[in-house]
């Protein structure tokens, strides 16, 4: 008698522009489904991968993969990466997947389709988290990628939903519903409607968000602007032991937008601020800034804080950071 094949394992991919709120909701999923076996394939622009610090998820969980986008540079690792989930596919309740900021999901609900992929997982859906704040700059910056985020969703979320009013609320739900009719659209706040998506598609049974899509195509060269980084964006990476003092950082923060000498669109990272025990996170998309305070360091203490955008100055940024350190992380 043959073998009876196990079930495929659900699996939901996670879309949306930089800061719209895809590791906020990864998070929030990972704390309803605490003790569930979740593998995770994060994908960054730059070649200094953070995203797997910011998730509240042991690092064998998480696979990750830098230096561009799923649907370009790193298309062939995303089906490396895969495969080798797939051969342990039987040790797993769920997969998650989170694209890049400006990566077009397309090309990679068709890494789905191979056989081997198919018969290990199962798409259920693609959820894609819309900044409501910035969603007209988002479109504005990448209109191909952001377009397809919106276009091919099967749930939108359309999170930072409480810092606008009912109007304007209203015009950006009607300019995504004019892109994607047929998606359900979630008002959301730190992308707690988000959460309730993803959890609802994993459980859905006999979904297979593949068929819409023709074959798969060959990896493709990057799309490139003036500046060659993944679709014209720059990621600089910043490393620095010690402590860093909060006023400092603040003020430098704050001028890095207001200045515009640079196109800053994103900053996120971890540090470790003087007299404070814990690890602080800190988030931005261009004005909007947030931070919280998460685990205790163990170990030694080291900031590290990532910058996208265009036109940045990497000597400049590295050297505005250190000069954020205290006296005796500087010595």
């Given at each position: 008698m043959a073998e009876r094949r196990p079930a495929p394992v659900p699996a939901v991919l996670v879309s949306g522009f930089l800061g719209a709120g895809k590791t906020t909701l990864l998070n929030g999923v990972l704390a309803r489904l605490a003790g569930r076996r979740v593998a995770i394939v994060e994908n960054e622009v730059g070649d200094e991968p953070l995203d797997g610090d910011l998730l509240n998820a042991p690092r064998e969980q998480i696979v990750e993969l830098a230096g561009g986008c799923l649907c370009c540079t790193v298309q062939g690792q995303l089906a490396e990466a895969l495969g080798a989930l797939a051969a342990r596919a039987g040790d797993l309740d769920l997969l998650l997947v989170e694209t890049s900021g400006v990566a077009d999901p397309a090309p990679v609900i068709r890494a789905f389709q191979a056989q081997s992929v198919?018969?290990?997982?199962?798409?259920?859906?693609?959820?894609?988290?819309?900044?409501?704040?910035?969603?007209?700059?988002?479109?504005?910056?990448v209109p191909a990628a952001w377009e397809a985020q919106v276009r091919w969703a099967d749930e939108l979320v359309l999170n930072k939903a409480d810092l606008l009013g009912a109007e304007d609320l209203a015009v950006v739900e009607a300019r995504l519903r004019r892109r994607n009719p047929t998606a359900t659209l979630h008002r959301a706040v730190r992308a707690d409607a988000g959460v309730e998506a993803v959890l609802r598609a994993a459980s859905a049974a006999g979904e297979d968000r593949t068929g819409d899509l023709p074959a798969a195509d060959p990896p493709r060269a990057a799309a490139k602007g003036d500046e060659g980084g993944a679709h014209g964006f720059?990621?600089?990476?910043?490393?620095?032991?010690?402590?860093?003092?909060?006023?400092?950082?603040?003020?430098?923060?704050?001028?890095?937008?207001?200045?515009?000498?640079?196109?800053?669109?994103?900053?996120?990272?971890?540090?470790?601020?003087e007299g404070e025990p814990r690890r602080y996170v800190v988030q931005g998309v261009r004005a909007l800034r947030d931070g919280e305070l998460g685990e205790p360091w163990r170990g030694p203490r080291r900031s590290r804080l990532v910058i996208i955008g265009r036109r940045l100055d990497a000597h400049a940024l590295r050297a505005g950071f250190r000069a954020c350190r205290t006296a005796a992380a500087a010595a």
């Open positions: 198919r018969d290990a997982f199962r798409l259920r859906a693609l959820v894609t988290v819309v900044d409501a704040v910035n969603s007209v700059a988002c479109a504005d910056l720059t990621s600089v990476a910043i490393s620095e032991s010690g402590d860093v003092d909060p006023e400092r950082l603040e003020t430098w923060l704050g001028g890095l937008v207001a200045a515009r000498r640079m196109d800053v669109l994103r900053i996120k990272g971890v540090l470790a601020l």
